[in-house]
């Protein structure tokens, strides 16, 4: 019998002395002011229980997170016409690399690169102005997660806007090979946003909590996606949710997730548990350090891996 | 309750009368030759059960499927030493690029791409003779499989060495970075021969049943390899296991799996099952198109994708 | 004796009857509107002399060609200092791409590419305003070509503004890597105007007569650069004036020479002569088909190539 | 006057006093045992006098200055049809790279990085042998120079042989795309040798004479190619001849010119001079320092870049 209140206690302790935390993101000043001690854990099962350590109930960026509840939603909106713009192969390279879609006529690889997203953006627009899209994307958030407390952290979005050149430089791209309908001014003011959201990991664990359940939110009982919507994602965050650090991150660990720059991480065993972590600083692939390391020792402690046989 | 016999019959059926099969292989006779028609699937279950379909008796050329036990024997050899000369990332690219090998200073991508494998073959030498290096690769898959009518089909290795040359040419560019130890000759004469093994479906679902089962072969009742790593292989085979179709097949078929340009593929259900399947005809990223296919169908009718919540 | 006259006069007729003139450039309507029937040519020689036949007194869009100008003023007002941002080398690819911007970590190939060009026009502003640095660009090249009437297209610089998503990506990408310093809309406003300059091929020709005459302006008899300054751009244009067909030209013509996407194209022969052709349709490589083939009927007929043995 | 005697000793003390004279080449042992301390210049002129200075009269290893040679006598043989299987734009990559050659389907960039040297040797092959060929070969450059003394190194040639396995990759990697006709040990049989050819700066500059003469060998008075087609060898040495420093070296010399990783460079004044220089070490895109800073110098000294107005 898995005892998680003492495993989640017993790793934020262990991360707590982790010698190595990695190195906190520096490119923009709200970023680059969070605490490397800051670690938090939840665990929301599919029985309805949450366990949680650490700095579960504080709000960091969840930054690239977000890119799966865009894709949910976009997904929802356009179907899989939404595959016509978007691949779905791991990068083999950084997240944010141009050249891969030089070669490739301006469609991105897949949707958890930063490219990928913003075509996500520019397919959230439609025809609908930032704020509005903005504006639903926080209440989809917000549902999942029955938190209406969520909100979008205006600093962080401002700094992301005023130094994104490379993010800026993707959407021209992508844009002279006719991959955006929207300006790019409006489709990065949907992606710089969406971006800064902030969340607990008590709140990203209950908003993922679908992605556990087959597409269900247990908040609503309602379906969010379909089953095999929520297996697809699934699949793709193993995949390509780590960037070029995918393989690494299934070697190590073995469920699917999402990572973000801020430090945090979402995963999902299915079935059983939807799992956030958040630790500030990263590895060399961009990844949370402490939060990669904290998975991997939770998924040696309760067998969760999709690889391993299932535990009795 | 899943019931398997009709399934299998289901999909063979199914796949008989599929009017786009693909394109046989067409850069050695031997493969070319292959009639299109043809089509099996064994499901080797972790109760013991096998249950099969149209040609699972046929013996066919396993080619990168054979990749996968070279790792297992190379792992148990060499340990996790073995990654300091091969990575673990998704390629990003096709089978048979060298491109990467020229940034990345002649380290391969992966265990499953050709260079990888080369690598391997590298590894598994030794200081050993080529001869008694396929001598213990064959002696292993016969154990796995129970079975010792497992043969390296000549006429294959002979042509493979004939026509080779992209993959001499992987080999001596390695060679260049210092990442061989033996010479290119000695280390491609284990590598074609490797590739050349021919099995059937049969065969081959039982040979992989140890990664079902937490590195257990079910055979000898022994363990091949430890859970942790038979649960590392199967994360490869998911984030690597189909070239630059990885991503696709995870999206698709949500299995840890290993196709080869024979057409066959091996799939794991951890805990579950063990499933070849063999159809010659390839898709444009040269995995088995009815393979793809029939495996897609299979986990559409049992839920055994590991992206969804196990199946009650 | 070679006669100039009779050359420029016989090879416009043979321009005029040639078959295959190229595809002129469709990506903004006032280049796409040009006849591809257009032909001019005017050739300066180091006595003073100007022959000219066809077109050679209509305006064209100088395009690409203006970069020569460009490097010109910024290495007047910059020195060597401006190639610790701009590369020396052919690029090897194409005149948009940036690719090797990726890998060079922002750094421009050669000034002749449109992101080098981008970074002199950031050289070139300073801390000026862009409608200055324009009115100084403007003044530098009418008083090479001793003619006041040569003006800014409004409508192709308007067009290209709101077409040239490449080159913001381009400008950004830079931006990202700190090879920027000003903001990527006043680069762009530069360099987007500038491209827009309007020459005939008599004011191209006579503009360009400095890198005959190792720097030498014969209208004013001032040099306008060093003797080996003039040598090294004659030396770039060589081995960077045509993209990735640059060593086609070469070796077909034997010129240092810079083509536009106008389809113009000036020519330098050191102490004899300086060229300009004009002819809309572009071959593969994005440079002036006819205007290539001009110049390398007018090298057969001179000897003026370079790597020829000087005429007697 | 030039009085190219002064100038010449000059240089060669200057060089013998330069405190930075690169890295002898450390790939083979009987490469890496060369001396950096020796120089060696050789010019000759139209008029058929030498002038030399240092280590003229040493022989070293001409290396890749050898692939003017073999491309001479490759389009004697076969004419343009050469350049359906080779282009001619410069790499814009190091001079054994691998990458070009993926996304080109085994068409090398040029004949004077070694893929083009190879396909070049496979052409000389034709259906002779190879000792038939470098017989051939050693000929035709002997009598170039005028000097029977001229020989192969056969230790560089097995030194080569037992460590190119980049070149056996470029090989295989070209044989596999179908641009080679014969083995791929057949081919590399002839460029191994080739490349070990020794010469003296003398003989060197002897040989390469009829570049500057419009095809002319000055010893024989015979023609050894066309007009035309000396000016295109020069023009692929002025734009490909220095590897990924081509540019560069174009903008600090202005000289067609071919460099050899044994430290020699022949360098081409059309209808002036043909001049030789060697130092072992080389900068870091593997062209000889001192060889190139010599150049440099002496085209200072003697106005003789193609760039400049011809000297009065």
Known sequence: MIDLSNIVADIAAEMAAAPDRGEVASYIPPLAAIDPARFGMAIVTSDGECYEAGDAGSPFSIQSVSKVFGLTMALGQHGEALWRRIGREPSGSAFNSIVQLESEHGIPRNPFINAGAIVVADLLLGRSEPGEVLGEVLRFVRTLAGDDAIFIDDTVAEAE??????????????????????????????????????????QLAQAGAYLMLGGRNPETDRNVVSVQRARRINALMMTCGHYDGSGEFAFRVGLPAKSGVGGGILAIVPGTASIAVWSPGLNDRGNSQLGSLALERLVQRTGWSVFDPPAC
Do not use: E, P
């Open 161 to 202: 806007r005023a130094t994104g050149f490379r993010n800026v430089a993707l959407a021209n791209y992508m844009k002279a090979f006719g991959n955006l309908n929207n300006s790019v001014d409006r489709v990065l003011g949907v992606y710089f946003n969406q971006c800064a959201i902030a969340m607990t990991c008590r």
